[in-house]
Structures are given as structure tokens and as C-alpha cells.
């Protein structure tokens, strides 16, 4: 069983920085997709970024895009999420998930999930 633990959520002034972790365990394929995902207050799930184990090819959804990276420690079996310029409209509860037969931020593809973790950003 796919099992995926989220770390490094907080609270954050505007401008500033925060590292989630996701901490995956129990594939049973080398191939597969790991996504970060957020939920504000009263909105519904939305992509962030996704990283392909195989080739680590990444993809950003266009608000977060040249402020968030993804990147992932093989070895630690750990994802990334590093988030700069924070803007008090990041704030959600961000949410690991993996998909083991598809790329990209389909939520739908996405067959496990992790626990959450909240960040705010204050103005």
C-alpha cells in the first residue's frame, strides 16, 4: 500500500519562503507520478506540480509557476515542494498525492493521497 506523509507546513508572511516534504513509501513500480495539490476554504482541489520518477520531468500549474519547485530525493524516497514569494492567496491545505498510470494534474488520475498540510500566508 502506497503510503505518503506531508512535513514543513506553517505560517509565512507575503514574500516569504516554505519547503514541503512528501515522504512516499510502498510502490511497488518504479514508474509513477507524484503531485502536490492545494484546497483553499470553500474552493475546490487544485494541481500545483508534478514530478515523473522515471525521467523527473516536472510540470507547474500557471499561478505558481516560477516561484514553486519541484524536485525529488531518490534516495530518501522524498518529494519536494520549494515555494518562494509566497502571496497570501497560496494559503490551502497542500495535499501529496501519487498516480501510478498517468502524468500531469488530473486530480481524477491520482490514486493515493496524503494526509495534508496547512500554509498560510499572511499579508
Known amino acids: 500500500e502506497v503510503q505518503l506523509v506531508e512535513s514543513g507546513g506553517g505560517l509565512v508572511q507575503a514574500g516569504g519562503s516554505l519547503r514541503l516534504s512528501c515522504a512516499a513509501s510502498?510502490?511497488?513500480?518504479?514508474?509513477?507520478?507524484v503531485g502536490w495539490f492545494r484546497q483553499a476554504p470553500g474552493k475546490e482541489r487544485e494541481g500545483v506540480s508534478c514530478?515523473?520518477?522515471?525521467?523527473?520531468?516536472?510540470h507547474y500549474a500557471d499561478s505558481v509557476k516560477g516561484r514553486f519547485s519541484i524536485s525529488s530525493d531518490i534516495a530518501k524516497n522524498t518529494v519536494y515542494l520549494q515555494m518562494n514569494s509566497l502571496k497570501p492567496e497560496d494559503t490551502a491545505v497542500y495535499y501529496c498525492?501519487?498516480?501510478?498510470?498517468?502524468?500531469?494534474?488530473?486530480?481524477?488520475?491520482?490514486?493515493?493521497w496524503g494526509q495534508g498540510t496547512q500554509v498560510t500566508v499572511s499579508s
Open positions: 498525492a501519487a498516480a501510478l498510470w498517468n502524468y500531469g494534474l488530473d486530480i481524477e488520475e491520482y490514486e493515493y
Open positions: 514530478i515523473s520518477s522515471t525521467n523527473g520531468r516536472t
Open positions: 510502498g510502490f511497488t513500480r518504479d514508474d509513477y507520478t
